[in-house]
């Protein structure tokens, strides 16, 4: 098992920035992509970038040029650097993982963190 845990989230008000963070835990696993979504009140969830496991990336048109994804390997750690912050990414951010489990055999699947509360104020 792979156990995902976000952190960074917050209040900041309209322009300003925050980093997020995901970091994965487990036993023998390899981490291919990784990415960052999110689900607002009453909104379904939405892909906001995506890195690979040889770093690139890629980015929802609503964050191009303010959000910056980047990871860690060495960590299993993934970042997302949010800049000039709006209203409307107010929303629950969550991190998932797409990993290889190695036991006896390889296994795949996608793991999911619990999510990190962003709220951005006018």
């Known amino acids: 098992q792979v156990q995902l845990v976000e952190s960074g989230g917050g209040l900041v008000q309209a322009g300003g920035s925050l980093r997020l963070s995901c970091g994965a835990s487990?036993?023998?696993?390899?981490?291919?992509?990784m990415a960052w979504y999110r689900q607002a009140p009453g909104k379904q969830r939405e892909l906001v970038a995506e890195i690979s496991s040889g770093s690139t990336t890629n980015y929802a048109n609503f964050v191009k040029g303010r959000f910056t994804i980047s990871r860690d390997n060495a960590k299993n750690t993934m970042y997302l650097q949010m800049n000039d912050l709006k209203v409307e990414d107010t929303a629950v951010y969550y991190c998932t993982a797409f990993v290889a489990l190695i036991t006896s055999s390889i296994s795949t699947r996608d793991y999911w963190g619990q999510g990190t509360q962003v709220t951005v104020s006018s």
């Open positions: 487990g036993r023998r696993f390899v981490i291919n992509r």
